[in-house]
C-alpha cells in the first residue's frame, strides 16, 4: 500500500447542518426516542451488544425497525434471525410472513382517497412528456401484471426478466412480481445482446417483459431486436410482452420491430385488458424477491439473490434515516431498474407513501443544464448521482445552472465510485447552494443497500461517506483480518456481520458465493467488499477505490483512484483514468488519460507536471510512463469510467464485453488519443 493517505485535501469540514435542520430529521426524532446522544452512540447502539444497555447490537436494531417504521408482516416472525449456520447463511425474520408488494403499493392504495391519490411516480421522458402515476393507478395496474403473468403460468419462485425502458411501467411489473412471489430479474435497458443473453440464460426466465425501444439524445434506440436476438441465444424465453414506447404498434409506424406470432405480445393486449384486483401472497420473509446480477466488469457476471424481508427492511430504513424522507418530498436518483439503485430508489421511497421522480434519457439532452430544468420543474427534494456524471456535467461550465430554481433541494446522493475533493465542492456549493448534505454511500447489489452513509446530521469533509450505516457492523481490517480502523490506516473495508438484505447466497451455488466473499478472511469469518478503506482521526471514513484493481509496480500498490485523484486536483484537469499496462522493468507501468479544462492547453510541460505531481504526492515509481489527452472516456450509463475497455485499447487486446457502454463513440476517440 502506498504511504500517501489521499486525506490532505478533505481535511477541512465543509459542511454543518444547522441545529434546527437536525432537529427536524427522522434519525434525530430515533435518537430522542431512545435516548441516544449523539452520533457515536447512534452507531454503536445499533451494531454493538452493550453490557448492561438491554436496548442495543445489531438483533435490537433490526427487531425495533419493523415497528418503528411500520412494516407490515402478515404473520409476526419467531426470532429476529437465526444465524445457527454462522453469518454467512443468516436466517432473518424467521417464521415470519410478508410481501413488499403489501408494503410499498397495496396498503396506501387502501387507505383513504387521499393517500390513493398521492403521486407514486412522476415521469417525464427525454422529449418531454410528462406523465403522473397514482397509488390507486400503480396498485391496478401491478394487479394486472400478475393477473397476466399468472394467466402465463408463472408462479411463486419463478422467475421474470425486465429488459425495459425506464417507463412507469416498469414499477408495476416490479410490484406485479412480488405480488405472486415470482423473481424480478431487472436488466439494464442498455445492454446488448450477450450481456441480456448471460442473465436470461442464468436466470431462465420464461416470461420476458421488454419495450420497443426508448430515446436517448434524440435518437430512438431498439430494445426488441436486442431482446430477440438474446432469447435465440439463451432460450427459455416462451413469452414477450412489449411494451409500445416509441409508437411501434400503431399501423404506419415508422418504428418497425421484429416480432413473433407465437411468442409476442403488446403491453396493452396482454396487461390492460387483466382484472385489476388481486389478493396480495404472504410469502416466508426469506423468500427470493429480485435476482440482480452484478455489472459483471470482470468474470462472469454474478446473480445476486435479494429476499422480502431483506430488501424491504434495508431501502425502508436508508431513506428514512439516510435520506430524511419527508411525506412531501419527490426524490431522484439517476439511474435504470437495471441497477441496485432502481429498485431500492422504488422498495425506499414507496414503503413510505413518496413519491418517485423518473427520467428516461441523458443527462445533457438537449443541453447540459436538463437536470437543472426537471430539479426547477418538478420541485425535486432529494437528487442522487455519481461523482462522474458530476464531473462531466461541470465541465460544460456554471452558466448552465443559471436561470434554474433549485431551492427545492433538501439533500444530495451519490454512490459508484470516490469523488475528487473540487468536483464535490461544486456539486455542494453550486447544485446544494452550500446547504444540502451530500449522502455519499457506498455498499453494492450484494446487499441492495450501503455498509457506509452519511446520516445527514452530521458534519461532512469533502468526499467522506461518513461511516458505517446503522445496523451495520463495519470495519477496516488489514491482511491478516486485524481492526486497523483506530489507527487511521487503509485496509480492507468488510462486515463483521450479516445484515437482512444480504445476499442469501448466489444463484450459481454457494460454493462461488463463499469463494467471492467469505473466503478472504475465515477465521472469524468476515464479508470481505473489495474496497480500500480508511478513517481518518476525526472519524470520517473514505474509500480508496477496489483493492482488486490495485495497480501492482515493481511491487508496490497503488489504487487508480489515487492516481486519478491526485491528477484530478491539478487545476489544469477535469477527468482522468489510470490503468495498469506491462512494463518489462517494473512488470506494471501506469498510463493515464486526461480531459483538460475547458479554454486549457493540452502539452508536453503539463504533461511533466502532472507526472511530476503524482510522483510527489504517490511515490516516483508511480509516475505516469505516458500521459495521453483525450476528449472524453467510455462509460456506463450510471456514469462510471470503464477502466478495463481503455487498458484493453491502450495494449491491443480484445475488448471482450462492451455492452455496458453508453457512449461506443469514445472508443474510437481513444484509439486517436493524443
Not at 53 to 64: I, N, T
Not at 315 to 324: M, R, S, Y
Not at 532 to 543: K, Y
Not at 568 to 591: C, K, L, M, R, Y
Request: charged share 25%; net charge negative.
Amino acid at each position: 500500500m502506498s504511504e500517501h493517505s489521499g486525506l490532505e485535501d478533505v481535511d477541512e469540514v465543509v459542511h454543518r447542518p444547522s441545529k434546527s435542520f437536525v432537529e427536524s430529521t427522522n434519525v434525530a426524532a430515533f435518537m430522542r426516542e431512545h435516548d441516544i446522544a449523539d452520533y457515536d452512540d447512534l452507531i454503536e447502539r445499533t451494531t454493538t451488544e452493550l453490557e448492561g444497555v438491554e436496548e442495543s447490537g445489531v438483533d435490537w436494531f433490526w427487531d425495533e425497525l419493523v415497528d418503528y417504521l411500520e412494516i407490515d408482516f402478515f404473520e409476526p416472525y419467531e426470532s429476529v434471525r437465526d444465524d445457527s449456520e454462522g453469518p454467512q447463511f443468516t436466517d432473518w425474520y424467521p417464521g415470519g410472513k410478508l410481501n413488499v408488494a403489501h408494503n410499498v403499493v397495496d396498503r396506501h392504495a387502501a387507505v383513504d382517497e387521499a393517500a390513493r391519490n398521492r403521486l407514486a411516480t412522476i415521469w417525464e421522458g427525454e422529449d418531454g412528456e410528462v406523465r403522473e402515476v397514482t397509488y390507486h393507478e400503480l396498485h391496478r395496474g401491478s394487479n394486472q401484471v400478475v393477473n397476466a403473468l399468472e394467466e402465463r403460468g408463472i408462479e411463486t419462485g419463478d422467475t421474470v426478466g425486465l429488459y425495459m425502458p425506464m417507463v412507469p411501467e416498469v414499477v408495476s411489473i416490479l410490484y406485479g412480481c412480488f405480488k405472486v412471489g415470482a423473481i424480478a430479474v431487472p436488466i439494464f435497458s442498455g445492454f446488448g445482446v450477450d450481456a441480456v443473453a448471460t442473465r436470461l440464460e442464468d436466470a431462465e426466465c420464461s416470461v420476458l417483459f421488454t419495450g420497443d425501444g426508448f430515446l436517448r439524445r434524440g435518437d430512438p434506440v431498439s430494445l426488441k431486436s436486442t431482446a430477440d436476438e438474446a432469447i435465440e441465444q439463451a432460450g427459455h424465453v416462451e413469452r414477450t410482452i412489449v411494451y409500445d414506447r416509441l409508437g411501434s404498434s400503431e399501423e404506419h409506424s415508422k418504428h418497425q420491430i421484429p416480432w413473433s406470432d407465437d411468442r409476442d405480445e403488446w403491453w396493452v393486449d396482454a396487461i390492460e385488458a387483466q382484472d385489476d384486483s388481486y389478493e396480495t401472497k404472504s410469502l416466508e420473509s426469506g423468500r427470493e424477491s429480485m435476482l440482480l446480477y452484478s455489472s459483471g466488469t470482470t468474470g462472469t457476471p454474478k446473480g445476486i439473490v435479494h429476499t422480502h424481508a431483506g430488501v424491504q427492511l434495508q431501502c425502508a430504513k436508508e431513506l428514512h434515516f439516510g435520506f430524511d424522507l419527508q411525506p412531501a418530498d419527490r426524490f431522484f436518483w439517476v439511474s435504470d431498474i437495471g441497477w441496485m439503485m432502481g429498485p431500492w430508489t422504488l422498495i425506499g421511497v414507496h414503503t413510505f407513501g413518496g413519491t418517485v421522480f423518473m427520467y428516461e434519457g441523458a443527462p445533457d439532452y438537449p443541453n447540459p443544464d436538463r437536470f437543472w430544468e426537471v430539479i426547477d420543474r418538478h420541485g425535486l427534494t432529494q437528487f442522487g448521482i455519481s461523482p462522474t456524471a458530476i464531473r462531466a456535467l461541470r465541465k460544460h461550465g456554471e452558466e448552465w445552472l443559471e436561470g434554474h430554481d433549485l431551492s427545492s433541494l433538501r439533500i444530495l446522493g451519490s454512490t459508484g465510485e470516490p469523488w475528487d475533493p473540487e468536483s464535490w465542492r461544486w456539486f455542494y456549493e453550486r447544485v446544494g447552494g452550500g446547504e444540502c448534505p451530500i449522502i455519499n454511500i457506498s455498499g453494492g447489489t450484494e446487499i441492495c443497500g450501503c455498509f457506509l452513509m452519511p446520516m445527514p446530521t452530521e458534519p461532512l469533509k469533502p468526499c467522506t461517506l461518513g461511516g458505517p450505516g446503522l445496523g451495520m457492523d463495519i470495519d477496516i481490517v488489514d491482511a491478516n483480518g486485524e481492526s486497523i480502523k483506530d489507527d487511521h490506516n487503509r485496509g480492507f473495508l468488510v462486515a463483521r456481520d450479516s445484515c437482512p438484505s444480504m445476499t442469501k447466497s448466489l444463484w450459481s451455488g454457494d460454493d462461488r458465493y463463499l469463494e467471492e466473499y467469505w473466503s478472504t478472511f475465515a477465521k472469524p469469518p468476515l464479508w470481505n467488499h473489495g474496497d480500500w478503506a480508511q478513517m481518518d482521526e476525526d472519524g470520517f471514513w473514505f474509500l480508496h477505490g477496489r483493492a482488486d484493481d490495485a495497480l501492482n509496480v515493481a511491487g508496490r500498490k497503488v489504487g487508480p483512484a489515487e492516481v486519478e485523484g491526485v491528477l484530478i486536483d491539478h487545476q489544469a484537469v477535469n477527468q482522468a483514468a489510470a490503468v495498469g499496462v506491462p512494463d518489462e522493468t517494473s512488470g506494471t507501468a501506469v498510463v493515464t488519460y486526461v480531459i483538460v479544462e475547458d479554454g486549457l492547453e493540452e502539452s508536453d510541460e503539463l504533461r511533466e507536471d502532472l507526472r511530476t505531481q503524482v510522483g510527489e504526492e504517490l511515490g516516483k515509481p508511480f509516475r505516469p510512463r505516458e500521459i495521453l489527452f483525450v476528449d472524453e472516456f467510455p462509460k456506463t450509463q450510471s456514469g462510471k469510467i470503464i477502466r478495463r475497455a481503455i487498458e484493453s485499447i491502450y495494449t491491443g487486446e480484445e475488448l471482450g464485453d462492451m455492452d455496458s457502454i453508453e457512449n461506443p463513440g469514445a472508443l474510437e476517440r481513444l484509439e486517436k488519443a493524443r
